[in-house]
């Protein structure tokens, strides 16, 4: 009954001309989420992609199986020396992923526009 | 609509994943009707989530001929939820995640259910069943003075 996550992934350019890359998530996030999560960040170049924006504006759900996900690409995006943001969290998440530290490793910015300023 | 006092409202659940949102949804509606916040709704949604999917996972071990029993019961001014399964309980304090660790693989970057659950609820206990069986998890949210 698990609802699945849909990933997508999108090179867009910050106001500044760098290139990011954006994975665009949907439906839930949970332990279900491992390809749509860990295995779209694993599809990208490690040598291009040197920005990344985790986009969850159109993620409902997350519990902490999804955030042991998250954290897991973090984990590999850190040690590739790759720098990743986060945004589209609702207040809720936003609390949450505080909660458990994950901002110490990933800004959490409200939408694209104020991620891409904040690069 | 107001919720009278001490009115229960159960729900039995598949010990299968994702199972955890009807009783999310369900708490979420009997809190909504006693007035509570949308970000205490939020935070009850995800605390009761967890539980029952640490009920499910580590309570039932996914063994899909045990249900999970999911009791809300509304008081004046508080909301208790109890989920039960039929494991052993947990004996163990949640302990707040390491980030710094998780991040360096030196401790796994799951298991933060239980901490989650006691940091979005007013009250959380953990309660080990007679003969090993029937342990339960007993959540509380209360209503604040100015809601």
């Known amino acids: ?5 849909k990933s997508r992934i999108e090179q867009i350019a910050s106001p500044a001309g760098q290139a990011v890359t954006v994975l665009r998530f949907e439906g839930d996030i949970s332990s279900a989420s491992k390809e749509a999560v860990v295995g779209a960040y694993q599809g990208l170049s490690k040598e291009k992609v040197k920005t990344i924006l985790l ?6 759900y ?10 897991q690409l973090l984990m590999e995006a850190a040690n590739s020396g790759q720098k990743v943001g986060a945004f589209g969290l609702s207040a809720h998440f936003q609390k949450v992923f505080t909660m458990v530290g994950i901002t110490k490793y990933a800004k959490l910015l409200p939408d694209q526009a104020a991620a891409l300023a904040a690069l | 609509m107001s919720v009278a006092r001490s009115t229960t409202v159960e729900v039995r659940l598949p010990s299968r994943l994702g199972f955890e949102k009807v009783a999310m949804t369900t708490a979420a509606s009997v809190a909504k009707l006693m007035g509570f916040r949308e970000d205490r709704i939020d935070d009850l949604k995800t605390a ?3 539980a029952c999917i640490n009920a499910i996972e580590h309570g039932n071990r996914l063994n899909e001929r045990l249900s999970v029993g999911v009791v809300m019961s509304a008081g004046v001014d508080e909301l208790e939820v109890k989920v039960i399964d039929d494991g052993k309980g947990m004996k163990q304090r949640p302990a707040a995640p390491d980030i710094d660790r998780k991040m360096h ?20 206990e953990w309660v080990v069943g007679a003969n090993g069986k029937s342990s339960y998890v007993r959540l509380v949210i209360r209503l604040d003075k100015d809601q």
Do not use: H, W, Y
């Open chain 1, 62 to 71: 997350i519990n902490s199986s999804g955030i042991a996900l998250v954290i």
């Open chain 1, 1 to 5: 009954m698990q609802t699945d996550t």
């Open chain 2, 48 to 50: 009761v989530a967890e």
């Open chain 1, 55 to 60: 986009d969850f504006t159109k993620v409902d």
């Open chain 2, 105 to 124: 693989g030196e401790e796994d970057p799951r298991g933060m259910g239980m901490f989650l659950i006691q940091a979005l609820v007013d009250e959380a």
